[in-house]
């Protein structure tokens, strides 16, 4: 079946920082979207993308859905504290089932 | 209502009992899907509703999972004779078109 492979697993960064996550696909999506998940939490959706070389902004997140349709990155600019969670791109082939990544764990330290 | 509503919110249930969730979707939605999350994993889709048309079942893990969605309202997902790798979170999404899902905060199933 489809998988999506995201990366890092984990990151650490300074508040203030930038930081970017991505994910790539061995097959083609024609939507991706990014999620955040806070603990005890269900996912909430961060940015959808429809179009291939789309570049979609949200307050300081920035994702973009590559030109090959096979990969998306998500940053986040001049991250704080509250940006601490797991993020999760997801790829779908219609407005049906989503395949997710396995999530990025972020912590931020102030 | 305003959101996914998902019920109960934990669910501690002894090996081998039947267990029943239950999901109510945003009103208008006419998509609900079931995710299930293990400790620290990603997302694995379970089964998808799409208006009338017959459920996508492909992720079910065993004949033991079922559901059921009377037309565009509540959904409950079953699960007999519960084992220990059922323990999850299980996360119910609506969504009306492409736009992304809608996910309630989920079911915590211990099986103990």
């Known amino acids: 079946g489809q998988q999506l492979n995201q990366s890092p697993q984990s990151m650490f960064t300074q508040e203030g920082e930038d930081v970017s996550m991505n994910c790539t696909s061995s097959?083609?999506?024609?939507?991706w979207l990014w999620y955040k998940q806070d603990p005890g939490e269900g996912p909430v959706l961060l940015i959808a993308?429809?179009?291939?070389?789309e570049l979609t902004s949200n307050g300081r997140l920035t994702a973009q859905f590559g030109i090959t349709r096979k990969d998306s990155f998500l940053n986040i600019s001049a991250s704080i504290p509250s940006d601490v969670g797991i993020y999760f791109c997801?790829?779908?082939?219609?407005?049906?089932?989503?395949?997710f990544g396995q999530g990025t764990i972020l912590t931020v330290h102030p | 209502g305003a959101g996914v509503s998902q019920s109960p919110s934990n669910k501690v249930t002894e090996k081998g009992k039947d267990v029943e969730l239950r999901c109510d979707p945003i009103?208008?939605?006419?998509?609900l899907y079931w995710y299930r999350q293990r400790l620290g994993q990603g997302l694995e889709f379970l089964i998808y509703?799409?208006?009338?048309?017959?459920?996508?079942k492909s992720g079910l893990p065993s004949d033991r999972f079922s559901a059921e969605r009377t037309g565009e309202s509540v959904s409950t997902l079953t699960i007999q004779r519960t084992q220990q790798e059922d323990s999850a979170v299980y996360l119910c999404?609506?969504?009306?078109?492409?736009?992304?899902?809608?996910f309630g905060s989920g079911t915590r199933l211990t099986v103990v």
């Open positions: 997801a790829g779908g082939t219609s407005y049906g089932k989503l395949t």
């Open positions: 509703f799409q208006g009338n048309s017959a459920p996508d």
């Open positions: 999404a609506s969504s009306r078109d492409r736009g992304g899902y809608t």
């Open positions: 993308l429809y179009k291939a070389g």
């Open positions: 009103s208008g939605h006419t998509a």
């Open positions: 097959s083609i999506f024609n939507t």
